[in-house]
């Protein structure tokens, strides 16, 4: 064990994570090969056999479980270490790791991305992007932007803003489909539906003052949000969208909101989330800030989109 160093801790829970040697060698850039070796050194190290590798992926033995469970907090270890450090010299460096999905990253975050390296210069920025969430301990996490997914009791939360959801369609595709006038109308068009979120495809109207909601199963599905946004651009059908986004794709002529007097109301958080014992070190303080001016000025951007 004692030619174990800090990268091997954090590539195995990388491994425990992914289940995946390709999916963590993609990561890191290298050939699945580079991954596998280091995993046998780790366990030839530990003299131990700490995954089961099938064809179906990878799974922990209990050794491996318990040293994920040990690698986990060697790693949080060295990162307490380096914040406490920065911490005393009141400096902005280092690095921080933003988790956020990929709309949110593609349409607020990455556009604005240039603005936080220009105000903290020794500050490196990794973008974890993915529409699931993700462990802020087990994966690595700093920050984790999320919209609408409640807070565990263990994290600080900054709230970022609020997002509704609405009806949106191609502007080609109406004019080719016809623009419904009721939700009844439904029945007769192409639908998006979420895989990836499966609250989303729970369509709320008001009729007559009485709230109804359709389960959608469309005839279109994607696991990605970011994929349903792009085929009800493309012109594939009428999809369920984030209404913040969305308004900039309609002042653009790129989206039409369909049935928009019918949608029942609602808004939803979006916030900034960290582990409470990490909120002290002055690179997360200053991400926070930078994240709350940068939803700030795109939800400004979009409420006066003409």
């Known amino acids: 064990m004692n030619q174990l160093s800090l990268d091997d801790f954090s590539?195995?829970?990388?491994?425990?994570?992914?289940?995946?040697?390709s999916t963590v060698a993609r990561a890191r850039n290298v050939v699945p090969s580079r991954i596998s070796r280091a995993l046998a050194r780790i366990e030839a190290e530990c003299a131990l056999r700490l995954v089961h590798r099938s064809t179906h992926g990878l799974s922990l033995t209990d050794d491996g479980a318990l040293f994920l469970d040990h690698a986990r907090r060697v790693v949080e270890a060295q990162r307490q270490?380096?914040?406490?450090?920065?911490?005393?010299?009141?400096s902005v460096s280092g690095r921080v790791c933003i988790g956020v999905g990929q709309l949110l990253a593609e349409h607020v975050l990455i556009p604005q991305l240039a603005r936080l390296?220009?105000?903290?210069?020794?500050?490196?920025?990794?973008l974890h992007i993915d529409d699931r969430m993700a462990s802020l301990a087990g994966e690595g996490i700093d920050i984790a932007v999320r919209a609408g997914v409640p807070p565990a009791d263990?994290?600080?939360?900054?709230?970022?803003?609020?997002?509704?959801?609405?009806?949106?369609?191609?502007?080609?595709?109406?004019?080719?489909?016809?623009?419904?006038?009721t939700p009844a109308d439904l029945d007769d068009h192409t639908l998006i539906s979420n895989l990836a979120a499966?609250?989303?495809?729970?369509?709320?109207?008001v009729i007559d003052g009485a709230p109804l909601?359709?389960?959608?199963?469309?005839?279109?599905?994607?696991?990605?949000s970011a994929a349903v946004v792009s085929l009800a651009l493309a012109g594939a059908g009428i999809a369920r969208l984030n209404d913040v986004l969305a308004?900039?794709?309609?002042?653009?002529?790129?989206?039409?909101?369909?049935l928009g007097s019918y949608m029942a109301p609602s808004r939803h958080p979006i916030y900034a989330a960290i582990l409470a014992e990490r909120d002290r070190a002055p690179k997360i303080r200053?991400?926070?800030?930078?994240?709350?001016?940068?939803?700030?000025d795109f939800m400004g951007e979009a409420a006066h989109a003409p």
């Open 117 to 126: 390296r220009v105000m903290h210069p020794r500050l490196s920025v990794d």
């Open 81 to 90: 270490l380096q914040d406490e450090l920065s911490d005393r010299s009141r």
């Open 198 to 205: 499966p609250q989303h495809n729970r369509w709320a109207f």
């Open 11 to 21: 590539l195995f829970i990388e491994i425990a994570a992914a289940g995946s040697l």
């Open 286 to 296: 200053a991400t926070m800030d930078f994240l709350q001016r940068c939803f700030s």
């Open 154 to 181: 263990t994290m600080i939360v900054r709230p970022l803003g609020t997002h509704g959801r609405a009806l949106y369609a191609a502007p080609g595709y109406l004019d080719t489909h016809g623009t419904p006038r």
């Open 213 to 224: 909601t359709r389960e959608v199963d469309g005839q279109v599905r994607a696991n990605s």
């Open 247 to 258: 308004t900039a794709m309609v002042a653009q002529g790129r989206l039409r909101p369909v």
